[in-house]
Antibody, heavy 118, light 107 residues
Framework: QVQLHQWGAGLLKPSETLSLTCVVSGESFSGYYWSWIRQPPGKGLEWIAEIIYSGSTNYNPSLKSRVSISIDTSKNQFSLKVTSVTAADTAVYYC????????????WGQGTLVTVSS | EIVLTQSPATLSLSPGERATLSCRAS??????LAWYQQKPGQAPRLLIYDASNRATGIPGRFSGSGSGTDFTLTISSLEPEDFAVYYC?????????FGPGTKVDVK
C-alpha cells in the first residue's frame, strides 16, 4: 500500500525559503501526479502545485511566482520550495497523490506544520 | 476560477441521525467533484470521487450525489467517528479548489 512521508523545517523567519520533501513508498512512483496542498491553522485547503514523474508541472496561479516543485525519481521523492515567506504562509503542508486522468487526491501525507515568525 | 461554497457551515446532530451536506459550484463541474473527511490533527481522507463513487474502504453509510453545480454528501446514520469536517473539491483545467468545509459536531 502506498505511503507518503514528508519532512522539512518547521520554523522560518519572514523572507526565508520554505523547503519540504515527500518520499513515496510501497508502490510505483511513475504514472501519477504528486501534489502539495496547504491548510492555514483553522482554515480550509489550498492546492499549491503538482508534478508528474516526467517533470511536467502545474501551479496555482496565486502562488506561482514564489513556488517551485521538483522531483527525484531515483529516490521516489518530490519537493516544494516557497520563497520569500511571510506569516500568511504559516500552514500545515500536505503532500498527496493524484492518478492520471483523475481529479481527486488519495492518499495524503501526514502533514508538516510550517510556522513563519520573526 | 470556480468557487465552491458549502452549507451549512456547521451541522449539529446526534449519533444515529442523518446528515445532509451541500456543495455548490459557481459554474458547472459536471461530475468532477470529490468529498473528503478531516478529523483534528489528521490529513484529509478521500470519501467520494466523481460525485457519487465511494473510495476504497469507505462505509456504505456515506453517499454522494449531484452533477453540474449542486452536490450532496449524505451520511445515512451518524457514527461517533463521523463527527469531523467535510470538504468538497473540484478540478477545472489545471486548477484544483476546495470548499470552505462543513463541520459536523455533536448536538
Amino acid at each position: 500500500q502506498v505511503q507518503l512521508h514528508q519532512w522539512g523545517a518547521g520554523l522560518l523567519k519572514p523572507s526565508e525559503t520554505l523547503s519540504l520533501t515527500c518520499v513515496v513508498s510501497g508502490e510505483s512512483f511513475s504514472g501519477y501526479y504528486w501534489s502539495w496542498i496547504r491548510q492555514p491553522p483553522g482554515k480550509g485547503l489550498e492546492w499549491i502545485a503538482e508534478i508528474i514523474y516526467s517533470g511536467s508541472t502545474n501551479y496555482n496561479p496565486s502562488l506561482k511566482s514564489r513556488v517551485s516543485i521538483s522531483i527525484d525519481t531515483s529516490k521516489n521523492q518530490f519537493s516544494l520550495k516557497v520563497t520569500s515567506v511571510t506569516a500568511a504562509d504559516t500552514a500545515v503542508y500536505y503532500c498527496a497523490r493524484r492518478q492520471l486522468r483523475k481529479d481527486w487526491f488519495d492518499p495524503w501525507g501526514q502533514g508538516t506544520l510550517v510556522t513563519v515568525s520573526s | 476560477e470556480i468557487v465552491l461554497t458549502q452549507s451549512p457551515a456547521t451541522l449539529s446532530l446526534s449519533p444515529g441521525e442523518r446528515a445532509t451536506l451541500s456543495c455548490r459550484a459557481s459554474q458547472s463541474v459536471s461530475t468532477s467533484l470529490a468529498w473528503y473527511q478531516q478529523k483534528p490533527g489528521q490529513a484529509p481522507r478521500l470519501l467520494i470521487y466523481d460525485a457519487s463513487n465511494r473510495a476504497t474502504g469507505i462505509p456504505g453509510r456515506f453517499s454522494g450525489s449531484g452533477s453540474g453545480t449542486d452536490f450532496t454528501l449524505t451520511i445515512s446514520s451518524l457514527e461517533p467517528e463521523d463527527f469531523a469536517v467535510y470538504y468538497c473539491q473540484q478540478r477545472t483545467d489545471w486548477l484544483f479548489t476546495f470548499g470552505p468545509g462543513t463541520k459536523v459536531d455533536v448536538k
